[in-house]
């Protein structure tokens, strides 16, 4: 019975614990058992599990089980199964420690049953997802994994202000529906979605992914945001903010995506564009809607962890990721060819594939509720998915000009993770049931009727069409091969000639108020150390007689402190 | 039978043990009986806090002297919760001693060595367990002593300058201390606490006890470092072996705060000390120039034991602003911090123990890129600097927490900032050492010679590191006995 109120994040601890401590094959079957025993483990329990603590004078519950949470439990099993299996070969005790720390906290977070707790494992996600970024060992990495842990930390820090003035208005600790009413409920709310990769502030996203370890980003791209889904179809469902919030994430990313080079920033951009879809569902909050956005989210762990495999393994195997290096490598890698096509099918939401059974449901979830223009720029972004991560990734990669790499397929190991994801994308393309089952709302909708694959297959060929078509124009971005393109490249060309003009005025004044802050900030730490430093005044060795001093001079303030204070009484 | 005895057993077995280390003269044999009386003593702080929670104050006469003539000890929740960490720190730094001392000391030195620190151990516990305030007085001087030696035993010379300075004003203190009980004497002709208690509110308007008040203040400050009567702490800390470091810092200070609870609350009584005299003002003043000139100054060291030292002259700060609210709440953070700053320093000096252990010294410098020759042992520091910043899950959360919800008991959220404000300065000091010791290559003389250190020097820190963690996660024990000595001290029935 003990075994039903052992909270998820026990055996990913225990077996990071253990890791550390292990070498080679004791630690592989250490690795591989977390996420499996943690699975069976998770089969058994029931919805209506919870358990319940005092700290600090406060009624917490670490470990609640219901339909939504228990879905993204299932989830974050297989993502960290299929990470680790993908990363078995890596011999770096940090990366493996970092995962299984990482698939821990994400566990804790969404069994949370109090946002006290969700706060904590918030922040345990925050920091140990930000060694698997360092674990790259590179500059790039070190300054990039900085930045994420800083965004990261800010949007703890958000989340507590808001779980502390929410406490304080009276609100229940219980992390149940928060809604957007009062300054509470918005810090959350831009705490939840500083992890969602909000426009704005989603730089973190791109930024940091791309700069992670081969293996490492597989593990990053399955937890993190969908932390954040799940915390904000729990706590925000059928907010309208959302809806409109979600359509500017589908959008916006295509552009960048198109002219990104760097094929796994590319996906980077694609994710936000999937979360786009989930956002946009949460925030129609019909039962419909939430069903598709959760299997959206489900889905899409599997088949983006799938695309980031396969292109980590070219990563690995040639040492290149930017599209205008890399071609040719379906004769060199042909399964990891395959399997990527897969990926790339089910992210583009063909008949038969796992995005085709989620995404329709968000789709017909938008125009039931009559949201037709969200509809139309939904539809768009769909053309472009399939634009961006199911033509373009396969394409420069393995196809589009032999650059003649020399390339062999990856370890076994990388190839069965990425046979498994593969394998999940089909099943559950076909067998939708199976996933509809686990939904926290019973789904009578059908994926396969005549409208839903004949309208998807129309966009699908059309938007091949005009790849085809752009490509043998020689209008297609990456084709100007004389520009390396890079993201700093990428967002300025996209920003204004205005806005540059802008800049340069303001420039001047802008270094102007810099000088003085940083003039500022140079002579405090100068005054700063002339007093604290060893030799300052503060922290010099004082003669004794100089401390001497002192007694005297308190024990005279005591005395004629006491002696005015009680005449005066 | 004998349990009756526990409070006078918690003094005996270490002074008793001081000369036996002396009269053999083995190292070995000197580390052993320290080590067991050490942990008799522990179990005896341990059933003493034990019989308190249970059946309330113990009182025990000694010799059998009927109460306001013969001494009296005397055991309530707050002295036997200080009985427990002094103790515990103890045997846990005694676990870890025998390497570090055999490195560190003078080769025949060491039985001294043992000697002074049972002396020292003794004195603590004795100024602890007693409601005598001249045996108060007695203890205090045989623990001070017995530190001076400490210090001065260690091989650096810079440690004779620092143990003079802290004889000096150790001397001063203890000279202001007996004046105050001297003066109190003459105005009530008692030097039990509990008499003086019930004596003194007669003669409180007299400028005597307003006098005896202000050098039992200083007194006390001298030997707690309050700022700015600190000036001896951060060389005494910083050249005194690795493990009297660890042992002080984590005991000394927070004895002597004991004491000034002992003092304000039990003998002049709250109404005295913050209503008649201004004092919560003066200490909310000296805490916040305490939390702040101490952590800054501990961002500018280069010697890690010094700036771990300024480091504890802020944390005394956070100790006395809790103190300073003059509520339950803020005096459970002050008791709450005494025992968690306790388990940090503990912990933080003996992985510095390590590190010197192995590299000789402890500055920046020499720090660099050990996070990969030394993994366990920066691993604790990590540790033990997080719960110094107070992030959440360790100790140092859980006393700041308490005195932020103290401050804003109180309305004065200011103070609540600063606090926060002042956390922010230790993550910085802490970075410094991470920075360095993590993201910087190791210097080549160091690679491929430094290992990690010993097992039983590890094992020791570690558990202090767990301690850390695990009062930052089950608070009951900890937050329940403080709380319960706040109300205690305060006369605040439950």
């Known amino acids: 019975m003990w075994l039903a109120e052992l909270p998820p994040f026990v055996p990913f601890y225990a077996a990071a614990l253990l890791a550390g401590l292990t070498r080679g094959r004791i630690r592989v079957l250490i690795l591989l058992a977390a996420p499996l025993l943690g699975g069976l483990q998770l089969l058994g329990v029931e919805s209506g599990v919870e358990l319940q603590t005092r700290f600090l004078g406060y009624e917490l519950i670490p470990f609640r089980v219901d339909k939504l949470s228990l879905l993204f439990g299932y989830l974050f099993h297989i993502g960290a199964l299929l990470a680790i299996v993908f990363s078995l070969h890596v011999r770096d005790t940090l990366q493996h420690v970092a995962g299984l720390c990482y698939a821990g906290s994400a566990l804790g977070a969404v069994f949370a049953g109090d946002l006290i707790t969700l706060f904590v494992f918030w922040e345990l996600l925050a920091v140990s997802s930000v060694f698997l970024i360092w674990a790259r060992r590179s500059e790039r990495a070190l300054a990039a994994g900085f930045r994420y842990l800083m965004m990261q930390i800010f949007s703890g820090v958000l989340l507590l202000a808001g779980v502390l003035l929410h406490l304080q208005q009276g609100g229940s600790l219980q992390f149940s529906y928060i809604g957007l009413d009062g300054l509470s409920g918005w810090l959350i709310f831009i705490a939840f979605g500083i992890k969602c990769a909000f426009p704005l502030l989603h730089n973190w996203l791109t930024d940091a992914y791309p700069e992670a370890t081969p293996t490492a980003t597989v593990f990053l791209s399955a937890m993190t945001t969908k932390v954040a889904v799940y915390a904000l179809a729990r706590g925000f469902p059928g907010t309208e903010l959302l809806i409109y919030i979600g359509v500017v994430m589908t959008c916006f990313p295509i552009f960048y995506a198109v002219i990104e080079n760097d094929l796994r920033r590319v996906l980077g951009y694609s994710m936000i564009n999937q979360i786009g879809f989930m956002v946009c569902g949460i925030g129609i909050g019909t039962q419909l809607a939430l069903n598709g956005a959760l299997a959206h989210a489900f889905n899409e762990v599997i088949f983006k962890g799938l695309l980031l495999m396969s292109m980590g393994a070219v990563l690995q195997v040639t040492g290149r990721i930017n599209g205008s290096d890399l071609g040719g490598l379906y004769k060199t890698m042909p399964k990891t060819a395959a399997l990527c096509i897969i990926g790339a099918a089910s992210i583009s939401a063909f008949p038969l594939f796992s995005g085709f059974v989620s995404k329709a449901m968000i789709m017909t979830a938008v125009l039931e509720e009559g949201h037709d223009w969200a509809w139309l720029f939904l539809l768009f972004a769909s053309a472009g998915v399939f634009h961006h991560a199911g033509i373009k990734i396969p394409y420069f990669a393995f196809f589009s000009h032999d650059r003649g790499i020399a390339a062999t397929e990856p370890p076994a190991n990388m190839l069965l993770a990425m046979l498994l994801a593969a394998l999940l994308c089909v099943l559950i393309g076909s067998y939708p049931r199976l996933l509809y089952e686990l939904l926290p709302f019973p789904v009578t909708y059908q994926a396969y009727d005549f409208s839903h694959v004949i309208s998807q297959l129309q966009l699908l060929l059309f938007a091949a069409l005009a790849f085809a078509w752009l490509n043998l124009q020689g209008l297609y971005p990456p084709e100007l091969r004389a520009v390396n393109l890079d993201s700093d490249w990428s967002y300025r060309r996209l920003l204004p000639l205005t806005v540059q003009r802008l800049l340069s005025i303001g420039q001047p004044l802008d270094a102007a108020v810099r000088r003085w802050g940083a003039g500022c900030a140079r002579s405090l730490i100068n005054t700063l150390s002339r007093h604290h430093a060893p030799q300052g005044l503060l922290a010099r060795n004082w003669p004794t007689g100089s401390m001497v001093l002192w007694v005297a001079l308190l024990l005279g303030a005591y005395l004629l402190a006491y002696l005015f204070e009680v005449s005066d009484q | ?494």
């Open chain 2, 1 to 494: 039978m004998i349990t009756q005895h526990l409070p006078i057993l918690q003094v005996i077995v270490p002074l008793l043990t001081a000369p036996l280390c002396l009269l053999v003269q083995d190292r070995r044999f000197a580390w052993g009986v320290s080590l067991a009386a050490s942990w008799t003593a522990f179990l005896i702080a341990a059933l003493l806090l034990d019989q308190t929670l249970e059946q309330g104050v113990i009182s025990y006469e000694l010799g059998g002297w009927p109460t306001p003539w013969g001494i009296e000890y005397r055991v309530d929740t707050v002295n036997a919760f200080v009985l427990l960490i002094v103790a515990a720190i103890s045997s846990v730094v005694l676990l870890f001693a025998q390497r570090s001392v055999a490195k560190e000391i003078l080769f025949t030195r060491i039985p001294l060595f043992y000697t002074a620190y049972m002396l020292c151990l003794a004195g603590l516990l004795g100024i602890t367990v007693t409601g005598d305030v001249f045996n108060l007085f007695v203890f205090m001087e045989i623990s001070a002593l017995s530190s001076y030696t400490l210090i001065a035993l260690s091989e650096q010379r810079r440690a004779l300058t620092a143990a003079y300075q802290y004889l000096f004003m150790g001397t001063i203190g203890a000279t202001f201390i007996l004046i105050g009980i001297g003066l109190l004497y003459m105005m009530t002709g008692t030097l039990n606490m509990q008499d003086l208690s019930q004596r003194l509110p007669a003669v409180t308007g007299t400028r005597t006890v307003e006098t005896a008040f202000a050098f039992l203040t200083v007194g006390i400050s001298i030997k707690i470092a309050l700022v700015p009567l600190h000036l001896w702490l951060p060389n005494a800390y910083a050249y005194a072996p690795s493990v009297v470091s660890a042992f002080i810092a984590a005991t000394a200070t927070k004895v002597a705060f004991y004491v000034l609870l002992r003092f304000m609350f039990t003998i002049f009584g709250v109404s005295f000390a913050f209503k008649t005299m201004p004092l919560n003002f003066i200490f909310m003043v000296l805490a916040l120039a305490a939390m702040f000139a101490g952590s800054t100054a501990a961002i500018f060291q280069d010697n890690i034991k010094r700036l771990l030292a300024y480091s504890s002259i802020a944390q005394i700060g956070y100790m006395i602003l809790g103190i300073s609210f003059a509520s339950v709440t803020g005096l459970t953070a002050a008791i709450l911090h005494l025992f968690n700053h306790a388990l940090m320093k503990g912990a933080l000096f003996l992985s510095l123990g390590c590190i010197v252990y192995r590299l000789g010294m402890a500055n920046m410098e020499q720090m660099r890129g050990l996070g990969r020759l030394m993994p366990w042992t920066m691993a604790a520091f990590v540790i033990g600097g997080l719960s110094l910043i107070g992030v959440p899950l360790t100790v140092g959360f859980i006393s700041k927490w308490y005195l932020v919800v103290g401050a804003l008991e109180r309305g004065w959220w200011p103070l609540a900032v600063a606090v926060l404000v002042a956390s922010l300065l230790a993550l910085v000091y802490v970075w410094r050492v991470v920075e360095v010791a993590y993201f910087q290559a190791p210097s080549p003389a160091h690679a491929g010679e430094i290992r990690e250190a010993p097992r039983s020097m590890l094992l020791p820190t570690w558990a202090l590191i767990i301690a850390n963690l695990y009062f930052g996660i089950d608070t009951s024990l900890t937050v329940g006995v403080a709380s319960q000595a706040a109300r205690q001290l305060l006369g605040v029935s439950e």
